[in-house]
């Protein structure tokens, strides 16, 4: 499909996307505040929290999944969906073990997810969403910053305190394609 083509989006699956993408945004900044002032120890808390971040982005793929017509971008939401499922596992077990772990699940994590949202981004720029730049940018740098963690956890001294700024960003990026969304609706509106 190329990128100028007019994709059919329903008003259902357009507001569907805006309240999923400000319910993620609000959630990932509330998130990062919580983790924010727990991380200093792996304790039951940030464990909890480290395991419920990657949930929240398999709840929001399930709704994405289901709020978009069949196509590759569905598959590719479905995808995350399973892999944040595993990640959620996974920090699970990496929070026993030490920041290290954790952060380079995390970074794995990251360069997946952020892989499959510049792949999502991409294929709903079409003129009826818009041109998702906060999608893609927000997925560019998931994929840079994934991969800056995975080399963090073999260093030294890793730390944990990036994952909120992560999750800061992330939620921001949110925000910004859902009011994207509400603008491009409303253009949309008024030019019918």
């Known amino acids: 499909m190329n990128n100028t083509e007019v994709l059919p989006v329903s008003m259902t699956e357009r507001s569907s996307l805006i309240r999923l993408y400000l319910s993620r945004g609000v959630l990932a900044i509330a998130w990062a505040?919580?983790?924010a002032a727990a991380h200093a120890t792996l304790n039951a808390v940030a464990i909890?929290?480290?395991v419920a971040y990657p949930l929240i982005d398999a709840v929001?793929?399930?709704l994405d999944y289901r709020a978009v017509p069949n196509g590759p971008e569905r598959r590719v939401t479905a995808l995350n969906g399973a892999l944040s499922t595993v990640i959620a596992i996974a920090l699970g077990v990496a929070g026993t073990i030490g920041a290290a772990a954790v952060l380079g699940v995390f970074g794995v994590w990251a360069v997946l997810s952020g892989a499959a949202q510049l792949i999502v981004g991409l294929r709903r720029r079409g003129p009826a969403l818009g041109k998702q730049w906060p999608t893609l940018i927000s997925g560019g740098l998931s994929f840079l910053v994934g991969a800056t963690y995975?080399?963090?956890a073999t260093g030294e001294s890793p730390s944990l305190h990036v994952l909120a700024i992560y999750a800061t960003g992330g939620g921001v990026f949110f925000i910004a394609q859902a009011v994207l969304l509400v603008w491009k609706a409303r253009?949309?509106?008024s030019n019918d």
């Open 150 to 152: 995975v080399a963090q």
């Open 187 to 189: 253009a949309h509106r």
């Open 60 to 62: 929001s793929s399930l």
């Open 33 to 35: 505040a919580a983790f």
């Open 48 to 50: 909890i929290l480290l």
